[in-house]
C-alpha cells in the first residue's frame, strides 16, 4: 500500500518565478496538510483541503495558494518566490478527523531551493 | 498564538545512556503527537497521547501526557545508535475550529554514539 507521494523530489528556482508541487495521499486518505520545515525548524502548517475545499490555513502570505481534486490529491502554488521560501516542503495525509488520535502520514517531501 | 517549546534542541550521548525529551506550552491540547525524522525523510509517527496524564511504552521508548495535557515527554532506555534522528512533537489545537492544525515543535536532534 503506497503511502504519501509527492514530485517532485527537489526544485530549484530563481526568485520571482512560480512553483506547483504535487502530492498524492495514502489510499483510503481523504484530507492534505501541507507544512513548510525550515532547516534546523519544526513543519509550519501551510494549509489543509478536505472534500476539495481549504478548511484551515496558517500564517502564510497569498502567495501561497492550493487545490485539491475529486481524487483527493493536492497541490501547492507558490507564486514570486522568495528567498525565504527555500524549504522542505511536507504532504501530509489522514482519514478526516482520524489524525486527533492517529496522526498524519507523511511524504518524503519537495526540497525547494530559491536562488 | 499558540507554541510548543521542546528541549533540548540538541542531544549527542553515548550508546546504553537514558535521556528525556521535554515538549511544553502553555495551551492545552486535545492530543499530542511524537514523531521521528530522518535525513531527507518526512516525519513519521511514533505515538498519539490523548488523555492527561496518560503513559505509553513503544519498547524502549516511553512517553507521558501531562495531566493538563501541556506538556509531554519522550524517555529513551538504553539508548542505541539506530535512535539517532530528528525527534519532533505536534500538538492538536483543543479549539475544534482549528481543524485539522498540527503545532509542531523546533525539534531536539539526536545523536547516538557506538
Known amino acids: 500500500d503506497a503511502g504519501v507521494t509527492q514530485s517532485p523530489t527537489h526544485l530549484i528556482k530563481t526568485r520571482g518565478q512560480q512553483v506547483t508541487l504535487r502530492c498524492s495521499p495514502k489510499?483510503?486518505?481523504?484530507?492534505v496538510s501541507w507544512y513548510q520545515q525550515a532547516l534546523g525548524q519544526g513543519p509550519q502548517f501551510i494549509f489543509q483541503y478536505y472534500e476539495e475545499e481549504e478548511r484551515q490555513r496558517g500564517n502564510f502570505p497569498d502567495r501561497f495558494s492550493g487545490h485539491q481534486f475529486p481524487n483527493y490529491s493536492s497541490e501547492l502554488n507558490v507564486n514570486a518566490l522568495l528567498l525565504g521560501d527555500s524549504a522542505l516542503y511536507l504532504c501530509?495525509?489522514?482519514?478526516?478527523?482520524?489524525?486527533?488520535?492517529?496522526?498524519?502520514?507523511f511524504g518524503s517531501g519537495t526540497r525547494l531551493t530559491v536562488v | 498564538t499558540q507554541l510548543l517549546e521542546q528541549s533540548p534542541q540538541f542531544l549527542s550521548i553515548q550508546e546504553g545512556e537514558n535521556l528525556t525529551v521535554y515538549c511544553n506550552s502553555s495551551s492545552v491540547f486535545s492530543s499530542l503527537q511524537w514523531y521521528r525524522q530522518e535525513p531527507g525523510e518526512g516525519p513519521v509517527l511514533l505515538v498519539t497521547v490523548v488523555t492527561g496524564g496518560e503513559v505509553k511504552k513503544l519498547k524502549r521508548l516511553t512517553f507521558q501526557f501531562g495531566d493538563a495535557r501541556k506538556d509531554s515527554s519522550l524517555h529513551i532506555t538504553a539508548a542505541q545508535p539506530g535512535d539517532t534522528g530528528l525527534y519532533l512533537c505536534?500538538?492538536?489545537?483543543?479549539?475544534?475550529?482549528?481543524?485539522?492544525?498540527?503545532?509542531f515543535g523546533q525539534g531536539t536532534e539526536l545523536s547516538v554514539k557506538p
Open positions: 505536534a500538538g492538536s489545537p483543543k479549539d475544534y475550529n482549528q481543524g485539522g492544525k498540527l503545532i
Open positions: 489510499s483510503g486518505h481523504d484530507t
Open positions: 501530509a495525509s489522514s482519514y478526516s478527523e482520524d489524525y486527533r488520535n492517529y496522526g498524519y502520514t
